[in-house]
């Protein structure tokens, strides 16, 4: 009971926190019913229809990767019950929940473990699975959020503070590239760190019989993760070529159209910004989003693109169709997984073992 109040309290402070930094940046009245009464119907048809893509791109990524881990060839992902269909439920289940939950991500997560458990995965298959998608997924946001620094700087017309800002952004995001392809190559020192930090855990929580054992679960849960997770990336190392550029196409076309989405709003409401310039503001604030300050970015993401927006001489009247993107990013998937969420535990039909998928990815 306690629980559930604290994470409502926590929701209902984000909210009022994203009302508080929205409501300063909303056009006056008569200009925002102008801007809705002129906006173009097909296009924001259209806008839906990229975001529905955008959320099937992530679903093909997280079905093939989690086949990847599973041992399941992908022709028979459908008799083992994560066909496209379903991967697109447990997508936008899982997207509606990390936007209504607190913990964001972290709720959406377990969205996705609980269901895929119900499908007969093991725990740590699903744990490498969903790691290994995020991780991908991030890869290529950091890519957007790099080239859109680049653009910035190369445009040159940023003052010393926001140069400076930028540069810092690109170097951070260049040396987190850095870092991941190294663990990717060598995630011995990286498991050694984990195994070292829940080593010293029981010490933190004052040499307790209790942090004893839970420092215990968490080493042997992390080298099973380490295990599944070298497994997979061996696998994905020797799928072929085009399987790979596969996924990496996945990856960037959720991003991909959900960017464009938010461009199709621009449009259908007559709001005149550069493409590229609205790029490079959807790469930063979408990075900023990302972070575990409020559920699905709410509030940053907005604050942090009309900011951007601003430095690129784009006035208050973005913030409509900015919010109209939202409507369709943000807060569509929510009832969506309200609807969808208890069809994700219904038994699929008789499907043979896994055992008979023990061989190699491919």
């Known amino acids: 009971m306690r629980g559930a109040l604290l994470r409502n309290l926590l929701f209902l402070l984000s909210l009022g926190l994203a009302l508080h930094l929205l409501l300063p940046r909303i056009p006056g009245v008569e200009r925002s019913l102008e801007l809705v009464s002129r906006a173009s119907v097909p296009l924001i048809l259209a806008a839906l229809a990229a975001e529905l893509l955008s959320e099937l791109s992530y679903a093909g990524l ?4 989690t086949a990847a881990a599973a041992n399941i060839p992908p022709r028979l992902r459908r008799r083992r019950g994560l066909g496209s269909w379903y991967m ?3 997508t936008v289940t899982g997207y509606g929940a990390s936007h209504a939950l607190p913990g964001g991500g972290a709720a959406g997560a377990a969205v996705a473990y609980t269901a895929l458990r119900s499908r007969g995965l093991e725990r740590r298959r699903i744990g490498a699975a969903l790691a290994a998608t995020s991780a991908l997924a991030y890869g290529a946001l950091g890519t957007i959020l790099a080239a859109s620094l680049l653009y910035l700087l190369a445009r040159g017309n940023l003052d010393p503070a926001q140069r400076t800002a930028a540069s810092l952004g690109l170097s951070l995001t260049l040396a987190g590239f850095a870092g991941s392809y190294a663990v990717y190559r060598n995630p011995l020192p990286a498991r050694l760190a984990l195994e070292g930090a829940a080593k010293g855990l029981p010490g933190l929580l004052g040499g307790s019989a209790r942090g004893r054992r839970l420092a215990a679960a968490l080493e042997r849960a992390l080298l099973r993760l380490g295990a599944e997770l070298g497994a997979l990336r061996r696998q994905l190392m020797s799928a072929p070529p085009a399987e790979i550029l596969r996924l990496c196409a996945l990856a960037l076309g959720f991003w991909a159209f959900d960017a464009l989405c938010l461009l199709l709003m621009f449009r259908a409401f007559g709001v005149e910004v550069g493409t590229a310039e609205l790029l490079a ?7 900023a989003g990302a972070l ?4 699905g970015g709410i509030g940053v993401f907005e604050t942090t693109i009309l ?3 601003v430095l690129f001489g784009i006035g208050p009247e973005a913030t409509v169709p ?3 993107y939202r409507l369709f990013n943000f807060w569509l998937p929510i009832p969506l997984a309200a609807l969808l969420y208890p069809t994700l535990h219904r038994r699929p039909g008789p499907r043979p073992p896994l055992s ?3 061989r190699r990815y491919s």
């Open 62 to 65: 997280l079905g093939r990767v």
């Open 88 to 90: 697109l439920r447990l």
């Open 281 to 287: 503001a959807y790469g930063i604030a979408t990075a």
């Open 292 to 295: 575990p300050l409020t559920p």
């Open 307 to 309: 900011t951007v927006l």
């Open 322 to 324: 900015v919010l109209g």
């Open 356 to 358: 008979r998928f023990g």
